[in-house]
């Protein structure tokens, strides 16, 4: 009797352990899944922020940038994925970028980017139609002519890609305008100056870099499946 008792408890310790076993693999699996994007229609998707601001968060200057809804600030000429399961990486891409009516302290700043850029869908957020996205493989040259001011923005490592958070909102009409949100962040935003050459320590090389902007965009709905 004592063996049959000791055979059952091993039995039942077994089955015990394997069902925890189960359930933490159903867990894990659950934890891993994979966000999916629904996008309608796809296509062209041009961002226009009539005005935005680039500040240097380390030494606390700003670059202003004041236009107009018909002559932006800010634009963005990009595409984007079309259909049902898609994933969220690269699921854009920025082929045109405007950065104009900028200046700093009277002087005008020119931007010139290396492109393409990126974008990316991370997550859904708590309010209905709006989710998270980001920026990557930022690269440009930023130039203040009048006093030979030049250097690029980017990664943080010298010659690598950077990157900015954002908020995306659906149309609220069939025909309407999205809303992609910018806002300055140094957690968010992965921007850091690099090759800075005559800009009389105003902006140094290592300096971390955030971008507020609030684009109206071509109209896409964008959900989770």
């Known amino acids: 009797m004592a063996i049959l008792k000791r055979m059952g408890s091993i039995l039942v310790t077994g089955a015990a352990a394997a069902a925890v076993i189960t359930l933490g693999a159903s867990s894990a699996f659950a934890a891993a899944k994979v966000t999916t994007w629904t996008i309608t229609p796809g296509g062209a998707f041009t961002v226009k922020a009539a005005s935005a601001t680039l500040t240097d968060d380390t030494s606390n200057n ?11 600030s800010l634009k963005f000429k990009s595409t984007l994925k079309s259909g049902t399961g898609l994933a969220g990486a690269k699921i854009g891409k920025i082929t045109g970028v405007t950065f104009a009516h900028c200046s700093v302290d009277g002087f005008a700043v020119t931007m010139t980017a290396t492109l393409p850029w990126h974008i990316n869908l991370t997550s ?10 980001t920026i990557t493989g930022i690269k440009a040259v930023l130039a203040v002519s009048a006093v030979g001011c030049t250097g690029n ?6 010659g690598s890609g950077g990157s900015i958070a954002f908020t995306y909102t659906n149309p609220t009409t069939s025909t309407g305008a999205g809303t992609l949100t910018i806002s300055p962040s140094t957690t968010t935003s992965k921007l850091f100056a690099s090759n ?3 800009c ?6 290592g300096d971390q870099f955030s971008i507020s902007a609030t684009a109206s965009t071509t109209h896409q709905v964008i959900t989770t499946p």
């Open 62 to 72: 700003s670059l202003n940038c004041t236009g107009t809804t018909t002559s932006p």
């Open 196 to 198: 800075v050459n005559g």
């Open 153 to 158: 923005v980017g990664g943080k490592v010298a």
């Open 124 to 133: 859904p957020t708590s309010t209905a139609g709006t989710v998270n996205g």
């Open 200 to 205: 009389l320590g105003v902006v140094n090389n």
